[in-house]
Nanobody, 121 residues
Framework: VQLQASGGGLVQAGGSLRLSCAAS????????MGWFRQAPGKEREFVSA????????YYADSVKGRFTISKDGAKNMVYLQMDSLKPEDTAVYFC???????????????WGQGTLVTVSS
């Protein structure tokens, strides 16, 4: 499986961005697709995830109510709609796939290359 993240950019605080993750290869119902982010000098942190075979979604407390994850099974795409962006959301955002733990980065076995989101104040 190859994952390609896109959609990052520069946005002012309060603005919105929509990230996309294109997956080549099969994604099974047992898989979970997640978004993580890593800011300079910080560890990679969980942002959101969605179960491929269900509508179950997961969010970090820091983004709950502002970010929305969704998927298009027919296109093998995962999206992260980010609204009400804050400067602290600035990071490189990665999409990834796991069949194990939702929240732990090392549980994900395939990763995209990352897309940079910069939120100016």
């Amino acid at each position: 499986v190859q994952l390609q993240a896109s959609g990052g950019g520069l946005v002012q605080a309060g603005g919105s961005l929509r990230l996309s993750c294109a997956a080549s290869g099969r994604i099974f119902s047992s898989h979970i697709m997640g978004w993580f982010r890593q800011a300079p000098g910080k560890e990679r942190e969980f942002v959101s995830a969605i179960r491929w075979g269900a509508r179950t979604t997961y969010y970090a407390d820091s983004v709950k109510g502002r970010f929305t994850i969704s998927k298009d099974g027919a296109k093998n795409m995962v999206y992260l709609q980010m609204d009400s962006l804050k400067p602290e959301d600035t990071a490189v955002y990665f999409c990834a796939r796991t069949s194990r733990d939702v929240y732990i980065a090392r549980a994900y076995d395939y990763w995209g290359q990352g897309t940079l989101v910069t939120v100016s104040s």
